[in-house]
Nanobody
Framework: EVQLVESGGGLVQAGGSLRLSCAAS????????IGWFRQAPGKEREGVSC????????YYADSVKGRFTISSDNAKNTVYLQMNSLKPEDTAVYYC????????????????WGQGTQVTVSS
């Protein structure tokens, strides 16, 4: 019953923008933190950003600070990742996940994962 569904990925030129969505169902949304992770070709999974649905606190990886913004709409059980000034190195499959992290971008603390959405940034 627990489901996380990502959407909004696509192909964009360097410098462009995309907004990803993560729609959650089957659990009490505002009890969880929601994180965004990505898996790029030839690289390990990387934490990107996370948000606490209860108090709205956020965390960003250094590589995306100033370019990406995470937000939540608790009424819609949805978390967004606004990605601006995209670079080719942002190309990856992006996943959202729900859990109770002690360290915000440590994937081992997340229990539920979506199927991923592909983001491709061309040069």
């Amino acid at each position: 019953e627990v489901q996380l569904v990502e959407s909004g990925g696509g192909l964009v030129q360097a410098g462009g923008s995309l907004r990803l969505s993560c729609a959650a169902s089957g659990f009490t949304f505002d009890d969880y933190a929601i994180g965004w992770f990505r898996q790029a070709p030839g690289k390990e999974r990387e934490g990107v950003s996370c948000i606490s649905s209860s108090d709205g606190s956020t965390y960003y990886a250094d590589s995306v600070k100033g370019r990406f913004t995470i937000s939540s709409d608790n009424a819609k059980n949805t978390v967004y990742l606004q990605m601006n000034s995209l670079k080719p190195e942002d190309t990856a499959v992006y996943y959202c996940a729900a859990g109770f992290p002690e360290s915000g971008l440590d994937s081992s603390w997340y229990d539920y994962w979506g199927q991923g959405t592909q983001v491709t940034v061309s040069s």
